[in-house]
């Protein structure tokens, strides 16, 4: 396995990371309208993720980093090509998280409000626009000799990834509501368990059918086991929320992203982003990397930083354990 | 839709826009969280209550400062590859390092123990929640100093060499690119720079409230230690800003000569103080200098020559080729001179003010206060009057604005200042925009960042300015008693959060 074999797989893990857990912080802005009665409920949700959610963004920023140092020529590729949704995305995650910081810092139910909302719309957006930038990506873009993208914004609307962009939105709202389940307590979480069967049966739909298209296109048998894997665990979370073995069913929902960026990488591999205009300018894992120095380099800091990171924000999980309820809400502003 | 602009017009100027406002956050970001920790590990070793009410206070102002820091730092880490592709392509194998490691090392620490930091107060022991505040401070030095190394690399690009193959440079030292003096002498002139503009912050709204005679015991230490900060950091800026100057004379003569609208060298070179000119024609047609001092700023020596926009601009076609390599002139000299300018103005009102709040030395004792009194402002042996005493609070308050004035000028003297090169004597701004990206979609984008930004703004302010004059929290029981165990307390399972959003 040479060096940008490596970091194709360091690029999958940052990019799972990130899916994995600003998915369920997606999931529970999204759940903000879809389960919250009220407004102390609504406090109750974005406060399971308020410790957390500016170190889950991190996974995006390193994301990014990473593509820059270990594939330039992806990177200039990819967010330059995909610039109007980039765009947007960019857009939503910096009004998200001043929404999360601001909005209880003045007692006005107007201004709380607008910022709920945006919570809302911030968190939906994104998750959904995810998905269609990656089921772009898997799919292959209309990339010329100079790798650079000749497509227009229409082009990235296509079925396939509009139908990526859906899986992305129901399976963090899926992983969002059985995070809620494990880390609310009193009325809250017993719907969070009831919504859960909810949207992970429309989930288990919309991933059944993106994934079998990927494969039935450009799946080989390693990538039929991580869909396979995919869907099984997804079922598995379903059973685990119905009994409410809340914890399992957390793992499960974070295995099947797990395996379904998996799946993902796998049909792309060795192609980082597949040109449909000439398979020749495709960008590959040769074509588009750095050198083996800078790779090198690279290589021994994932190595030591991205253990010692899991260490300390998994450290965080543990010390926000507690159950949150709306008894634990106090007064409305700071 | 093409606008008669050069393709690279609008990408520079959304990259400006974006960059500046990012950078009033961060270096006001660095020093509250440096500030912030000094004041709470004091609480932690005295147990004086003031100290806890300063740490939360300013701890408060820290945190919304350090949402808008965040939130347009994520643009930053995506626009190189948005609008400057052939960029990324270019420099990405050596650019794209220190980024990386910008956010493995340093964000993942920043964002991560913030939230344990803001959220913690009724989780975590006294010491770990300090040390939680530190993490984060270690986390925002970490994260500029891997991107001055990366900004360093494009004034002056060391250890890489040229691919001819892949037309692309590729690293071959990154140590070197990490420790050359261009590096540290940007990063001590930044830090620096980073904590006079938070002791401005600081001194400028202790002086509001001091004016007004309220919250004395907590705004009267804040004002110390503030006018302290001030001062060791406006001195260090002014020492780091002559050391970086004088590195930048050895490596981008244009950039210099064009701050001091040099046109042609000369021996001993003179220190422009004013100057108006023709920029087409290439020569000052109005100009007060100071003989010999730029000789003196540039090589330490009142005597040396220092070469001239007209001569550099000769020597660097000579060197690469036809073309124009001289930046906008008039930028880059007022831009120099508005730097230094607010920069040295802010050091000089918080000088003044820590001599006249002194506490005791060459202090008449008639004079001392005590803790719960407003200082007298002595210049020499009585109080400055009433009115004097009131326009220095005042001059106090507004200083707070002119070291993010100065910072703002730096940044764009600096990089205006090496224009035409992007990466200098390597890779030129025109050469560097996205080849696949409409005019129109730059708009688009410049559009909406700056629609955006300019709503943050006025939200951001008005915040600012509520917690401001809400002044320091009084302490609840919580606040004195801290739990003893990780988690939280277990008696404590039905008690309200100490914090929530």
Not at chain 1, 103 to 108: G, M
Not at chain 2, 433 to 438: A, D, F, L, N, T
């Given at each position: 396995m040479e060096l940008h074999d490596v970091w194709f797989v360091l690029i999958a893990v940052l990019w799972t990371g990130y899916f994995f857990l600003e998915g369920f912080d997606f999931g529970v802005g999204v759940l903000t309208r879809l389960l919250a009665r009220n407004r102390p409920e609504k406090r109750v949700l974005i406060n399971t993720i308020g410790p957390v959610w500016d170190g889950n963004e991190v996974w995006l920023l390193s994301a990014g980093g990473a593509t820059f140092a270990a594939f330039p020529e992806w990177y200039a590729t990819l967010f330059s090509g995909f610039y109007l949704p980039l765009l947007v995305i960019l857009v939503c995650l910096i009004v998200r998280g001043v929404a999360f910081e601001y909005?209880?810092?003045?007692?006005?139910e107007s201004w709380q409000r607008n910022w709920e909302t945006a919570i809302f719309w911030t968190s939906l957006i994104p998750a959904f626009l995810w998905g269609v930038a990656f089921g772009n990506i898997v799919r292959g873009v209309k990339i010329d000799q100079d790798f650079?993208?000749?497509?227009?914004?229409?082009?990235?609307?296509?079925p396939y990834a509009l139908l990526g962009g859906l899986v992305t939105l129901a399976l963090f709202t899926f992983h969002g509501t059985v995070f809620v389940g494990l880390k609310t307590v009193g009325e809250i979480r017993e719907r969070a368990r009831k919504l859960a069967l909810r949207v992970g049966l429309v989930t288990a739909l919309l991933a059944l059918a993106f994934l079998g298209w990927t494969q039935s296109d450009r799946g080989d048998g390693v990538s039929l086991v991580a869909a396979v894997a995919a869907v099984a665990s997804l079922a598995l979370a379903l059973v685990a929320a119905r009994a409410g073995r809340e914890g399992w069913a957390f793992s499960l929902s974070g295995l099947t992203i797990v395996a379904t960026v998996a799946m993902l990488f796998l049909t792309l591999f060795p192609n980082v982003m597949p040109s449909t205009l000439n398979s020749d300018w495709s960008l590959t894992v040769t074509n588009a990397s750095s050198s083996p120095y800078t790779l090198k380099i690279m290589t021994w800091c994932a190595a030591v930083a991205t253990p010692v990171v899991m260490v300390y924000q998994g450290w965080t999980y543990w010390v926000f354990r507690k159950r949150i309820g709306t008894q634990h809400i106090a007064d409305p502003v700071h | 839709m093409d606008l008669a602009l050069a393709p690279e017009t609008l990408a520079r100027w959304q990259f400006g826009i974006t960059t500046v406002y990012h950078f009033l956050f961060v270096p006001l970001t660095i020093s509250l969280a440096a500030l912030t920790a000094g004041l709470q590990t004091a609480w932690v070793r005295t147990e004086k209550e003031k100290y806890l009410r300063a740490t939360k206070f300013w701890g408060k102002l820290f945190l919304i400062n350090i949402a808008m820091g965040v939130v347009t730092g994520i643009v930053q880490e995506f626009q190189f590859g948005m609008n400057w592709s052939d960029y990324s392509r270019f420099v990405g194998d050596v650019f794209g390092a220190p980024l990386a490691f910008e956010a493995l090392i340093a964000f993942f620490f920043e964002s991560t123990f913030i939230g344990l930091w803001i959220f913690g107060w009724d989780k975590l022991p006294k010491k770990i929640h300090l040390a939680c505040i530190w993490m984060v401070s270690i986390g925002t030095l970490l994260s500029a100093y891997f991107i001055l190394a990366a900004n360093s690399w494009m004034q002056h690009p060391v250890g890489y060499r040229i691919n001819g193959e892949k037309g692309r440079a590729e690293l071959t030292d990154f140590w070197l690119v990490l420790t050359q003096n261009t590096t540290l002498n940007q990063v001590f002139h930044s830090f620096s720079a980073a904590f006079l503009t938070g002791g401005a912050f600081m001194v400028g709204i202790a002086a509001f409230h001091l004016l007004r005679k309220k919250h004395i015991p907590v705004m009267r230490t804040s004002l110390r230690l503030g006018l302290v900060t001030v001062a060791v950091g406006g001195l260090l800026t002014a020492v780091s800003g002559d050391t970086l100057g004088k590195v930048m004379y050895e490596q981008q003569p244009m950039k210099m000569a064009a701050a001091e609208a040099l046109w042609d060298g000369e021996k001993p070179a003179p220190f422009s103080v004013f100057a108006y000119g023709d920029v087409d024609k290439g020569h000052n047609k109005v100009a007060l200098e100071i003989p010999g001092l730029l000789s003196f700023l540039a090589h330490?020596?009142?005597e040396s020559y220092v070469p001239g926009i007209n001569d550099t601009n000769k020597a660097l076609q000579e060197k690469f080729g036809p073309g124009d390599y001289k930046p906008i002139v008039p930028v880059a000299y007022w831009g120099f001179r508005w730097m230094i300018g607010f920069g040295m103005a802010s050091f000089s009102i918080g000088l003044l003010g820590l001599w006249l709040t002194r506490k005791k030395f060459l202090l008449p004792a008639a004079w001392r206060t005590g803790e719960d009194e407003v200082p007298h402002l002595v210049l020499f042996r009585k109080p400055l009057r009433p009115r004097l005493t009131r326009l220095y609070w005042l001059v106090a308050v507004w200083t707070m604005a002119f070291p993010l004035i100065a910072n703002s000028w730096g940044w764009i003297f600096t990089e205006m200042g090496r224009q035409p090169w992007v990466v200098y004597g390597l890779f030129q701004t025109r050469d560097a925009?996205?080849?696949?990206?409409?005019q129109a979609e730059v708009l688009t984008s410049m559009i909406v960042f700056t629609t955006l930004y300019a709503i943050l703004a006025v939200v951001e302010v008005k915040l600012l300015v509520k917690y401001v004059k809400a002044g320091p929290p009084e302490l609840t029981e919580a606040d004195l008693n801290p739990p003893t165990k990780i988690g939280g307390d277990s008696r404590d399972a039905d008690k309200p959060m100490a914090f929530s959003y």
């Open positions: 909005r209880a810092k003045r007692p006005e650079n993208y000749a497509g227009g914004v229409l082009d990235l609307l296509n | 330490s020596d009142f925009v996205s080849p696949g990206v409409s």
